[in-house]
């Protein structure tokens, strides 16, 4: 049985002041269950948000990383300095990142290498955009972006991965696809998952949804069987409504 996993995406949000007094606000408002909970917030802030949630149920993740320890890469963040941070996870690939920063689907594999040789977890997106989806692409998009981006995994580390399909067009858009939608997509993504690492691997993966999640979506989407999460943009930046989804099961 895969434990939930709800992930917050801060994106280019709050400062370190503003992220302490967020995670104040939240973490009296988590209950407990029996499910993982994260927020990736900026660089900037995450040793404050790391030092705020230690001893706490609230996991913390990175953005985006550089596949390199070190070295002479200005700008760039190593896995090694993430890990020695206290960081959890990291998200990469995200659909941003690809739009304006020209991440492809080789440097998201080397990056995912990089997060697992330190003990990371990779949280890898994938999705279609709004032109791919009305082509009839879909499926096809994804099964690329899996394929390439997880290429030369070995199924022990694959099984270590959680994966986020955001389709493009539903980012902060306010546009969410139907549970149903959802569910197809994710239940394809975990068909080829299976059929590169085998059926054991691929059902010990974490599938999230991505795009527009709000409070008043999660339970549908979480009553679908390939869905085990969220990974929330927008919503994971105000408290309430964050600690909302995280306890979906309570509500």
């Not at 998201?108 to 040789?117: E, S």
Request: hydrophobic letters at 40%; one cysteine or more; charged letters at 25%.
């Amino acid at each position: 049985m895969r434990r939930p996993f709800i992930a917050g995406n801060w994106k280019m949000y709050k400062t370190p002041a503003e992220a302490k007094t967020l995670i104040s606000q939240l973490l009296p408002l988590l209950k407990k269950a029996d499910i993982d909970v994260a927020v990736c917030p900026p660089f900037t802030s995450l040793e404050t948000v790391l030092k705020l949630t230690a001893d706490t149920v609230l996991r913390v993740g990175a953005q985006d990383v550089f596949w390199e320890e070190e070295g002479a890469y200005t700008g760039e963040i190593s896995p090694v300095m993430l890990f020695d941070m206290g960081c959890t996870y990291c998200i990469v690939g995200h659909s941003e990142r690809r739009q304006y920063f020209g991440e492809t689907d080789t440097s998201v594999n080397k990056k995912v290498k990089a997060l697992l040789k330190q003990k990371l977890i990779p949280i890898v997106c994938v999705g279609e955009t709004l032109a791919q989806r009305e082509e009839g692409i879909t499926k096809e998009v994804c099964r690329l972006q899996i394929e390439q981006g997880l290429a030369g995994l070995k199924p022990e580390e694959a099984a270590r991965l959680v994966i986020a399909y955001e389709p493009v067009w539903a980012i902060g858009t306010g546009k969410t696809a139907s549970a149903g939608d959802a569910q197809e997509v994710i239940g394809y993504i975990r068909e080829v998952l299976a059929a590169r690492f085998g059926k054991e691997s691929a059902g010990q993966i974490r599938i999230l949804y991505g795009g527009s999640v709000k409070p008043d979506n999660i339970q549908e989407l979480m009553a679908e069987p390939d869905i085990d999460g969220a990974l929330v943009g927008g919503a994971s930046l105000k408290a309430k409504d964050f600690a909302e989804i995280v306890n979906y099961k309570n509500s």
